[in-house]
């Protein structure tokens, strides 16, 4: 499995403030497949996805990523994971002021103390025709739509080629159709580069995208359900 | 430096602000250097133009050419020891005196043996020696009083008759005070000496002649100073020390050092300032490339490096600003100001250095933005 989480729990703050953003949840997620994970607003989606990148500890329990066990890893060592199997996807994007979508992408091979060479640029000009913006690799984000922040957040995320995508909210910022869009694009990018993608998301609209559905509320996630019908919305 | 580059142009009118404070600061420290090089010039450029290794002062805690005075046996004591290449005494005296057209100056006579080690000759006329009252004078009295070979300067009181036989190229100054060379005994006899002179038909006692300010010595690296100094009573400092035996020299040199310093500790804080509001802007970002998985290193050096570049530039523009404003002062203006590259190297430095000194400790928050600020909610 490329993406397992067993028996994770999650307690943040201390003494009267303490809450359990998750409890006991586990959940699996194969190479090339899409998971959603909806809920409300504070269900604990976010706690999630942090404690799967390694943002936070887990209190509890276990996470792999292609069977390493990113639980036991220090800061540094969960950095390192991060930059060589991890993408991240988030809401709004965040894409870096100064950079243009091609150097966002860039910026990846940077971060692995990798001067781009010929290959990475390559890469990122592919991974950008592939998001449908090869006409504007030499845009900053301030002269980018939001839905076009968006796919550059999706290219970059596929840049180091990672097993596992995770992926926060992508359509919170974004209408109806440009979400239907960037949501169509990670399902497809998701199965033509085998990565295991967790999408957390609480537009309904998103779903049939998605391989498995898990609904989490107050940090407590039902069991997944299967879906067949993906990509057909 | 990928993020670096990109942020500083990104940001280039925040930059260029910055640039602008740092380009102020280094001229600032150039200008600063070029006038302190000038007032030690003016102070002490007659002792360096000196060919000595020592001096030897009179015994006192605190040697100073204004209360230094040796007697012959000194300067006789110091020639006759093991390691003494040479020795011979220097008179120094503060006159004021007119020049032929009637021009009050300030001078200060220096009296020496015709001939000696320390004699400079003279770079235009006759050097000392050949005329009893026969004088060569510095660049600076020539050039602020109009002072020509052939002229006479008569010094106040004593009413001693100065003829200018020889010119010298060299501003050579002491004490702010441009430097008249002269015979020994007739430095001696217009210090110690009746006004006027002899009475006519008459020569004043040998006793007149005994006496010296200094005593210029060339030594052996291997000299036994102490023990001499302690045999003859006189205290031998070599020639940077002896710098701080004239008058103002210290009080001048550690005036401009405390505005050098007060400049680095300025721009130090400047610039920590800089980078700390910079650092605290960009937080989301830095916890952004962090979640991405950058480490803390990649994005301290990346600051660094950024910084640096920031410093090295604006410094780099300064210190050139510096160059060419310090040649307009040394061309145009009276103001004592000396062009010393090495110096000006130094006083760059200095403000890279300090610059970077703020620019670490700014940059050590990056290590407390956490990545999860990446993930919005959980902020």
Same mark, same amino acid.
Request: glycine share 10%.
């Given at each position: 499995m490329t993406l397992a989480i067993d028996s994770v729990s999650l307690v943040l703050g201390d003494g009267d403030q303490r809450v359990t953003a998750l409890n006991d949840v586990s959940l699996a997620v194969k190479a090339g497949e899409l998971c959603a994970v909806m809920g409300p607003s504070g269900a604990g989606k976010s706690s999630l996805l942090a404690v799967c990148g390694g943002l936070l500890k887990p209190t509890a329990g276990r996470i792999t990523i292609e069977g390493e066990d990113m639980t036991t890893l220090k800061e540094n060592e969960r950095a390192r994971l991060r930059r060589e199997r991890v993408g991240f996807i988030f809401q709004q994007s965040n894409?870096? /002021?100064?950079?243009?979508a091609m150097d966002q992408l860039l910026l990846m091979s940077h971060i692995n /103390?990798?001067?781009?060479?010929r290959s990475a640029r390559n890469r990122a000009a592919r991974l950008l025709e592939e998001v449908g913006l090869k006409h504007r690799a030499g845009h900053r984000p301030h002269q980018m739509s939001g839905g076009e922040r968006q796919r550059v957040g999706i290219a970059r995320a596929l840049m180091t080629e990672p097993s596992v995508l995770l992926v926060d909210e992508p359509t919170s910022m974004l209408d109806h159709g440009r979400g239907r869009e960037v949501v169509g694009l990670l399902a497809k990018q998701t199965r033509e580069h085998g990565v295991a993608t967790l999408m957390v998301t609480h537009d309904q609209a998103m779903l049939p995208w998605a391989d498995q559905v898990a609904e989490i509320e107050d940090g407590v996630l039902a069991a997944p359900a299967v879906q067949q019908s993906r990509g057909r919305a | 430096m990928f993020l670096a580059l990109r942020d500083l142009l990104f940001a280039r009118g925040r930059f260029t602000l910055m640039a602008t404070v740092i380009v102020m600061v280094a001229l600032m420290m150039v200008l600063l250097t070029g006038l302190s090089s000038g007032l030690v010039d003016r102070n002490i450029s007659g002792i360096r133009a000196l060919p000595i290794t020592h001096l030897a002062f009179e015994y006192d805690d605190k040697p100073t050419w204004s209360n230094s005075m040796v007697e012959r046996a000194m300067w006789e004591g110091w020639a006759g020891q093991d390691g003494v290449i040479a020795a011979t005494p220097l008179g120094n005296t503060m006159f004021n005196a007119r020049t032929s057209g009637g021009e009050p100056v300030t001078l200060a006579l220096w009296g020496m043996e015709p001939g000696?080690?320390?004699?400079?000759?003279?770079?235009i006329g006759r050097p000392i020696g050949d005329d009893p009252y026969g004088v060569v004078v510095s660049r600076m009295l020539v050039s602020d009083n109009d002072v020509a070979i052939g002229d006479t300067i008569v010094l106040d009181r004593v009413l001693t008759e100065l003829k200018v036989v020889g010119l010298l190229d060299a501003h050579d100054n002491i004490a702010h005070t441009p430097i008249v060379y002269a015979p020994f005994r007739l430095w001696a006899e217009a210090s110690y000496g009746p006004p006027g002179g002899p009475p006519e038909g008459e020569s004043l006692p040998d006793?007149?002649?005994?006496?010296?300010t200094v005593v210029a010595l060339k030594l052996e690296e291997t000299t036994e100073i102490a023990a001499i100094d302690e045999e003859l009573f006189t205290v031998a400092l070599d020639k940077p020390m002896s710098f701080v035996a004239s008058t103002g020299y210290k009080a001048e040199r550690d005036s401009v050092r405390i505005n050098q310093g007060f400049l680095l500790v300025i721009a130090t804080l400047i610039i920590g300032a800089f980078f700390s509001i910079w650092t605290i802007q960009r937080t989301g970002e830095i916890g952004l490339i962090k979640a991405l998985g950058a480490s803390t290193g990649y994005l301290v050096r990346d600051a660094l490096a950024q910084a640096s570049l920031l410093l090295a530039v604006a410094v780099s523009i300064g210190v050139g600003i510096g160059y060419a404003l310090g040649d307009l002062i040394v061309e145009r203006t009276d103001i004592p100001y000396v062009i010393d590259i090495n110096a000006m190297l130094i006083s760059g430095s200095l403000v890279i250095g300090g610059g970077l000194v703020g620019a670490i400790v700014a940059v050590r928050t990056i290590a407390r933005i956490a990545p999860i600020i990446a993930l919005g909610q959980l902020r």
């Amino acid at each position: 499995m490329t993406l397992a989480i067993d028996s994770v729990s999650l307690v943040l703050g201390d003494g009267d403030q303490r809450v359990t953003a998750l409890n006991d949840v586990s959940l699996a997620v194969k190479a090339g497949e899409l998971c959603a994970v909806m809920g409300p607003s504070g269900a604990g989606k976010s706690s999630l996805l942090a404690v799967c990148g390694g943002l936070l500890k887990p209190t509890a329990g276990r996470i792999t990523i292609e069977g390493e066990d990113m639980t036991t890893l220090k800061e540094n060592e969960r950095a390192r994971l991060r930059r060589e199997r991890v993408g991240f996807i988030f809401q709004q994007s965040n894409l870096v /002021a100064a950079l243009t979508a091609m150097d966002q992408l860039l910026l990846m091979s940077h971060i692995n /103390a990798r001067k781009p060479d010929r290959s990475a640029r390559n890469r990122a000009a592919r991974l950008l025709e592939e998001v449908g913006l090869k006409h504007r690799a030499g845009h900053r984000p301030h002269q980018m739509s939001g839905g076009e922040r968006q796919r550059v957040g999706i290219a970059r995320a596929l840049m180091t080629e990672p097993s596992v995508l995770l992926v926060d909210e992508p359509t919170s910022m974004l209408d109806h159709g440009r979400g239907r869009e960037v949501v169509g694009l990670l399902a497809k990018q998701t199965r033509e580069h085998g990565v295991a993608t967790l999408m957390v998301t609480h537009d309904q609209a998103m779903l049939p995208w998605a391989d498995q559905v898990a609904e989490i509320e107050d940090g407590v996630l039902a069991a997944p359900a299967v879906q067949q019908s993906r990509g057909r919305a | 430096m990928f993020l670096a580059l990109r942020d500083l142009l990104f940001a280039r009118g925040r930059f260029t602000l910055m640039a602008t404070v740092i380009v102020m600061v280094a001229l600032m420290m150039v200008l600063l250097t070029g006038l302190s090089s000038g007032l030690v010039d003016r102070n002490i450029s007659g002792i360096r133009a000196l060919p000595i290794t020592h001096l030897a002062f009179e015994y006192d805690d605190k040697p100073t050419w204004s209360n230094s005075m040796v007697e012959r046996a000194m300067w006789e004591g110091w020639a006759g020891q093991d390691g003494v290449i040479a020795a011979t005494p220097l008179g120094n005296t503060m006159f004021n005196a007119r020049t032929s057209g009637g021009e009050p100056v300030t001078l200060a006579l220096w009296g020496m043996e015709p001939g000696s080690f320390i004699d400079p000759g003279a770079d235009i006329g006759r050097p000392i020696g050949d005329d009893p009252y026969g004088v060569v004078v510095s660049r600076m009295l020539v050039s602020d009083n109009d002072v020509a070979i052939g002229d006479t300067i008569v010094l106040d009181r004593v009413l001693t008759e100065l003829k200018v036989v020889g010119l010298l190229d060299a501003h050579d100054n002491i004490a702010h005070t441009p430097i008249v060379y002269a015979p020994f005994r007739l430095w001696a006899e217009a210090s110690y000496g009746p006004p006027g002179g002899p009475p006519e038909g008459e020569s004043l006692p040998d006793i007149l002649y005994d006496f010296a300010t200094v005593v210029a010595l060339k030594l052996e690296e291997t000299t036994e100073i102490a023990a001499i100094d302690e045999e003859l009573f006189t205290v031998a400092l070599d020639k940077p020390m002896s710098f701080v035996a004239s008058t103002g020299y210290k009080a001048e040199r550690d005036s401009v050092r405390i505005n050098q310093g007060f400049l680095l500790v300025i721009a130090t804080l400047i610039i920590g300032a800089f980078f700390s509001i910079w650092t605290i802007q960009r937080t989301g970002e830095i916890g952004l490339i962090k979640a991405l998985g950058a480490s803390t290193g990649y994005l301290v050096r990346d600051a660094l490096a950024q910084a640096s570049l920031l410093l090295a530039v604006a410094v780099s523009i300064g210190v050139g600003i510096g160059y060419a404003l310090g040649d307009l002062i040394v061309e145009r203006t009276d103001i004592p100001y000396v062009i010393d590259i090495n110096a000006m190297l130094i006083s760059g430095s200095l403000v890279i250095g300090g610059g970077l000194v703020g620019a670490i400790v700014a940059v050590r928050t990056i290590a407390r933005i956490a990545p999860i600020i990446a993930l919005g909610q959980l902020r």
